[in-house]
């Protein structure tokens, strides 16, 4: 068998219209079919049903049969997938859960492919085994997919882990992976070829060989990272501890100081009562202490609510953003009236960099405004979270078109290069998260929608 190999399926060959449709029409619709819904089955990217059917005519059967073809038929149709029914995932991982899917059919087919066929030679004489194996062909392609697809739903939580937390992050280990697929489609292309003399017992072992390893190293390199990133987020929950003792102590140093500077104010205040200098007591009460006491009650009222979010990580994150905002004279509203717990299903480090890249472009925007003011919601709203986080800006509407373009890109802080594009790739991680944007009146708002179901 060549790289590659392509035959124009004329009907005037196969001696019959029923073989014609049989052979090559049913053989590539089945074909096809494998492919996207194995592909649909560990990727959950559902496939309309007409996609099946036009699939036909890339005349997969034929094309599958070669490296060549069966690689240009990998290429097409993730990149199908990715630009059609994709919305959240990248190529990456289109491309892995492909691959897996065909990876696994493969397997199976090495292993029952070849013992079909000695078994139909090995009873029937070659006038009745050649028909027999010509019109079993697509019976063998379905039960080849029955076996795959019980094998791969029993590990499609595993693949998904797989991906999320290998292909996400860890791109150069996922393509090696990815080879390690390839390498069996070149085997496969070899022992078609007879460039190896092996008997079929011996690809079919092969073929398991290669779906248990596949299995195995998924699995372990999943648990490594998995490892690894517990790890981190374990030094980070000590690191946001630690801020957050810091901060606690800096607010007892500053009451301390607090304290000192008011005894004097009193004192102050106790002469000019003493002296009955009304204008002084006016003074000191709206220039001192009716500013403070506004300010206090402010920053109780702002601060005292982050006690309903329950990740110390976050709860650390958003006293710091809030502080500085408040250092800033901008006006904070904060509104977390129960206990929330940020969803598992995102990494916290990456919810952390979500909400901080959020804070950062609002305070930025914010301090540029007449009246500087951020608006902060996080709340749970049936089977899904959402995070609210408005301000003032500057301009009076805000050019969404240009935000929602891949080459837009809003810094915040000088030392600070994250913005919307870097968020927009960030969230494409997770392909239940919606983000929606929307400005008017100068103000700018995002909403983040976590679907939790």
Known sequence: MPFFEFTIPLSNTYGSIFNYLYGIWLNSFLTSFIFFKLFSLVSDIKIPK???????????????????????????????????????????????????????????????????ISLITYYFSTKYSMPIINYGANFSLL????IGYFILSKMKGLLQQYAKVVVSFHPIVSWLINLFLISFLVFRNIYHTQFLKMNNLQYGLIGLIYGILTYLIIKYITRYFLYQQRSINLKNEMNSLQVYTSHVEEMYDNLRLFRHDYKNLLLSLDDA??????DQ???????????????????NTVLSKLAQVQSLEIKSLLFDKITLALEKGIKVNLEIEKPI???AKIDTIDMLRIISILFDNAINAAAKAKDGEINFAFFDD????ILIIGNTTNEENVNLQRLTKQSSRILTLASHGLGLRNLRQLLSRYPFIENRFDSNDHYFEQVIIFHLS
């Open 50 to 116: 007409y996609v099946y059917l036009l699939m036909t005519f890339t005349l997969a059967g034929i094309f599958a049969r070669s490296l060549g073809g069966l690689s240009l038929l990998i290429i097409v149709y993730s990149l199908i997938c990715y630009f059609f029914f994709n919305h959240k995932y990248t190529y990456n991982k289109i491309l892995f859960f492909l691959l897996i899917g065909l990876g696994y059919f493969y397997y199976v087919t090495s292993l029952i492919g070849p013992s079909f």
């Open 143 to 146: 039960i080849n997919f029955g």
């Open 273 to 278: 009562i003493k002296r009955h200098d009304i």
């Open 281 to 299: 007591i006016e003074s000191i009460f709206n220039r001192v202490i009716l500013p403070t006491n506004t300010k206090i009650d402010t920053q």
């Open 341 to 343: 717990t940020p969803t």
């Open 382 to 385: 049936k089977n899904n979270q």
